[in-house]
Structure formats: structure tokens, C-alpha cells
């Protein structure tokens, strides 16, 4: 496959503060060690890592005529994405989320909508879309002017052009679910989202079974991201595979999800096998605990390598 993909989603500032414990009582104040502005955002986070993977990144999202949207654009310029396919929004700011880093690198999120809620269908250049082998849409249920219609729409025209497509979602506060992604998944080769969010759309619990509700809605392949449980992944060929955590030093999990989507889109376009494509992906979720932030933890592909000799990878 050529070595080229093209990220569609939600694109973040986030501030983010550890260790954070509790939230201070109205009018008072707490100290933390330590706060950073980054880049954050499904399409955005897995983008910078598959760029730092080796593979050339074009981004599709929406950001404000504001300060933290000129940050955005710029840092993504720096990290070698294009960014051509980025709008501005005149009505809405740049989304951002308060990341709340726990002690032991779990996190919580305060999250402003912004200007991924103005992402719209005509925001979209199909013409320029068939030029990429593999669409990858992430951030949905935070995209209120494109879930649901637009986002099958899309993943329609991708398929039509000869697209793979990848697919990765967020946290639904509106509690619609499948509501809102269920016209898209028989248009979805790769379906990974996390095993949180995928008992939430399919009203099931295991992830034997949850694959097996999917695919019986049309989804090609599944992989879920299982935090501490690992990761599970199972195919249209009915092959699964489980991939235990890897026992790391935790810094920040923030962005491990999309860093699992990084690394499986990775192995597809490198040819890997299924099981392989898994291994990738939860070697690249893992590293990026290591460092805080979204994608710090992640430099190179060859770093990524030798990070999974340690634990027995070989690729």
C-alpha cells in the first residue's frame, strides 16, 4: 500500500496538569508539579504518531481564527503534517480539553466541543480524498455537525473511491451511541474503539462478543483497546487475538487509544499480518504511557522497535 494516509476527526489544544487528585473548592486553589500545552484530539494525536512512524500524514478537521488554533496549525506544520485540509471557523473557538493526570497516569477530561462541532459535509474535498489509499475518521460523538448522516456519507464515498477506512470513536455524553454510527459501520474495514465506548454502542460486554455483534452490523474487523486489560482484536476471518498490557513505568495514558490506532494503521500499510498489525498497536499504545502528553512518547519507528525487544516483539 502506498505509504500515505489521510486523517479525518477531531483536532484538540489540550492543557494538561499532573498529578492532579481533587478539584479545588469554589474560590480556592491547589498546586500541581507540573502543566503543558499540547496538541491533542483523536485525528490529530494519531496522525502525529503516524508521521513519527514514517508514514506521510494529510489531516482533515476544523479549528478557530484564535491563538490556540494557530497553535494547532503550527505545531502540526512542525510535526511534518499537511494541513491543507485543516478549515477555519469563524463562529466557533478551538476546541480544548483539561487533562486532569492522575498520580498513577490515569486521567479525567473537561472537554469544550468548539470548532470540531462546525466540522460539516462540505467541509470535505472527495476530489482530493481519492488520492489517499486509507481514510481513518476519529473523534466521533464530539462532532455534532457531522456524526451520524455525514460520517456514513463519508465513509460511503471513501469505499466508493477504493478507500480503506479505519474508524475510532470518543466518549458519547449525549448517550445516542448507535444512533449515530450505525448507517457508517458496514462501510468500516477497521473498527477500533475502546472496549468502554464499544459496550456502549453494542449493549454487550465481552469482547468476544462485542466483535461478533459488529461484524454482524457490517464491520469488517475489530480491535478494542482495553487499557490495563490489554487489547483484543479479532478479524472478519474470524481470527482473534488478546495482547496483554505491557508492564511499563506509567507516566500519562492521555492519547494511548490513538496511539493504538497509530500503530494498527501502521501495520496495514506496511502489509503485516492481522496479528501483527495488533502487536503494533499495542506496542505503540504502551511507549506512548512513557512520557506525558499525547505523542511525546513516541520518536521514531526504529525507537519503537527497540522499545519492543524488551518485551519480546519482533516484527
Excluded at 494498527?264 to 503485516?272: E, N, Q, S
Amino acid at each position: 500500500m502506498e505509504n500515505r494516509a489521510l486523517c479525518l476527526g477531531i483536532i484538540v489544544a489540550d492543557f494538561l496538569g499532573k498529578p492532579i487528585e481533587k478539584i479545588p473548592e469554589r474560590g480556592k486553589l491547589t498546586l500541581t508539579e507540573r502543566t503543558e500545552l499540547h496538541i491533542g484530539g483523536c485525528a490529530s494525536n494519531t496522525g502525529v504518531i503516524l508521521r513519527k512512524l514514517g508514514t506521510e500524514v494529510s489531516l482533515i478537521g476544523k479549528v478557530g481564527d484564535d491563538e490556540l488554533g494557530r497553535f494547532v496549525i503550527n505545531k502540526l506544520r512542525q510535526e511534518r503534517l499537511d494541513v491543507e485540509g485543516i478549515k477555519i471557523s469563524r463562529d466557533k473557538t478551538t476546541s480544548g480539553t483539561i487533562v486532569l493526570i492522575h498520580s498513577d497516569g490515569e486521567r479525567s477530561f473537561i472537554h469544550s466541543t468548539g470548532a470540531n462541532g462546525d466540522l460539516r459535509l462540505e467541509d470535505i474535498d472527495f476530489s482530493r480524498m481519492k488520492k489517499f489509499p486509507l481514510l481513518h475518521i476519529a473523534g466521533t460523538f464530539l462532532m455534532p455537525g457531522f456524526d451520524g448522516k455525514p460520517l456514513a456519507e463519508t465513509f460511503r464515498k471513501a469505499k466508493e473511491a477504493g478507500l480503506v477506512t479505519c474508524f475510532d470513536t470518543a466518549w458519547d455524553s449525549t448517550g445516542r451511541w448507535m444512533e449515530l454510527v450505525e448507517e457508517s459501520l458496514p462501510y468500516v474495514d477497521y473498527f477500533l474503539p475502546s472496549i468502554e465506548e464499544a459496550r456502549m454502542i453494542t449493549r454487550r460486554e465481552s469482547p468476544a462478543d462485542i466483535a461478533a455483534f459488529l461484524m454482524d452490523k457490517g464491520v469488517k474487523n475489530v480491535g478494542l483497546k482495553m487499557g490495563k486489560e490489554g487489547a483484543f482484536i479479532c478479524s472478519g476471518k474470524k481470527e482473534s487475538f488478546r495482547f496483554k498490557a505491557l508492564d511499563i513505568d506509567v507516566v500519562d495514558t492521555t492519547g494511548c487509544g490513538d496511539a493504538f490506532a497509530a500503530g494498527f494503521i501502521a501495520g496495514i500499510i506496511r502489509g503485516f499480518s492481522f496479528e501483527k498489525c495488533g502487536m503494533l498497536a499495542n506496542l505503540t499504545g504502551s511507549k506512548t504511557a512513557t512520557a506525558i502528553g499525547t505523542t511525546a512518547g513516541i520518536t521514531s519507528y526504529d525507537d519503537l522497535m527497540e522499545f519492543g525487544k524488551k518485551y519480546g516483539y519482533s516484527f
